[in-house]
């Protein structure tokens, strides 16, 4: 259960963003620059890391309805940072909410976001065969379980937001299309998981007999791709020392049914482009060669979303927290940027 303090308690502030302050959130420095290739965290213990950046953190296992104990975090600005919006994060394929993902999370916590994360069934601290999703739709119910739950812990008035990175930005999307009680204010698609790049799909012939393998042996670690996920994600090889250096990532081959599973789920969302109404900003890598840019294009032009906006960042991979200095700041100056300013949005009409 999450601990009941004033952070928890706090009624959103009708006080609005200035254009100044909008600008100081822009430039917060993230804290990637404070990582080395062996902890997210630097020389920092991870307690003196979140008092470092003004974030509290906690952390809860819950159990799902399929009996798997699924991990679960938070992180809530200290004051005098005031809480002006719910922020869920959803963490991609071999990924976890513990590692550099977590420090995206405290760089929008910072920023006055009450943001969560849960790993998803065989990542992380979950319970779970490794690395294996022959469905998709359990995971994304797990998600709208917690992220509904944790919603609720705070004035009904506060905008949320999702978060996601590659699998994730899948997974995002379904959950928008579910249509639950409460809309989401925007999503950000980070690299997101919308088709498949040629040059990162199995060769030929053992694409044709995937389904075969995922039917007699589903999880088979049978499927090769072009190159394995951090070599091809993470420009800067510091950082993909560090991404490899967390003890629960597998770097194994995906197994039949789960690859299965991620190309249908491509052929899924393309299928329903249409549907999606949720405030969008797509961001990805130019020269992305896991999560191919053109679909995200095509997500974009073909979004009912009134309010869409696109950034093809040229020369960038698709691991964008894995590019240089001047690259991540740009990034995620726009994502918070973006974010901030689609919060101020969201009070205004609250308020009229």
């Not at 008092?51 to 005098?80: C, D, M």
């Not at 204010?185 to 060769?203: H, R």
């Not at 991620?262 to 999606?276: D, H, N, P």
């Not at 964008?320 to 100056?333: C, D, H, K, S, Y």
Request: glycine share 6%; with cysteine; charged share 20%.
């Amino acid at each position: 259960m999450l601990e009941r303090n004033h952070n928890l308690t706090l009624l959103y502030s009708s006080t609005l963003f200035g254009a100044h302050t909008l600008r100081i959130l822009a430039r917060m420095v993230h804290p990637i620059a404070e990582a080395n290739e062996e902890s997210p965290f630097g020389t920092l213990t991870p307690d003196d890391f979140y008092a470092r950046h003004s974030v509290s953190h906690a952390s809860e296992f819950i159990t799902n309805p399929r009996g798997l104990k699924l991990f679960t975090q938070w992180w809530l600005p200290l004051p005098p940072t005031t809480i002006v919006g719910t922020l869920a994060v959803v963490h991609g394929f071999t990924g976890e909410s513990s590692w550099l993902i977590q420090l995206t999370a405290v760089h929008f916590a910072k920023a006055g976001f009450a943001t969560c994360a849960i790993d998803h069934q065989g990542h992380g601290f979950s319970d779970g065969l490794i690395a294996h999703i022959p469905d998709i739709n359990p995971v994304v119910d797990d998600c709208i379980s917690f992220f509904e739950s944790f919603r609720s812990r705070f004035d009904p008035s506060l905008p949320s937001f999702l978060y996601s990175e590659s699998l994730g930005g899948a997974i995002a999307l379904l959950i928008t299309l579910r249509r639950g009680k409460k809309p989401w204010n925007g999503v950000i698609l980070n690299g997101a998981m919308c088709g498949i790049s040629a040059k990162f799909k199995p060769p030929w012939p053992l694409a044709h007999f995937l389904s075969i393998a995922a039917a007699v042996i589903p999880t088979w670690r049978v499927v090769p791709t072009r190159g394995s996920i951090p070599d091809v994600s993470f420009k800067v090889e510091w950082k993909r020392k560090l991404a490899l250096a967390s003890p629960r990532r597998t770097v194994a081959r995906p197994r039949a049914a789960t690859a299965q599973e991620l190309m249908r789920i491509c052929r899924e969302l393309q299928e329903r482009y249409e549907e999606v109404e949720v405030p969008l900003l797509v961001a990805h890598g130019g020269d992305d060669v896991v999560c191919d840019p053109a679909c995200v294009e095509e997500l974009y032009a073909r979004a009912a979303s009134k309010d869409k906006t696109l950034k093809i960042y040229p020369g960038m991979w698709h691991q964008m927290i894995g590019e240089p200095e001047e690259n991540v700041e740009l990034v995620f100056g726009d994502m918070l940027e973006w974010l901030s300013s689609r919060a101020q949005r969201a009070t205004v009409h609250g308020s009229a």
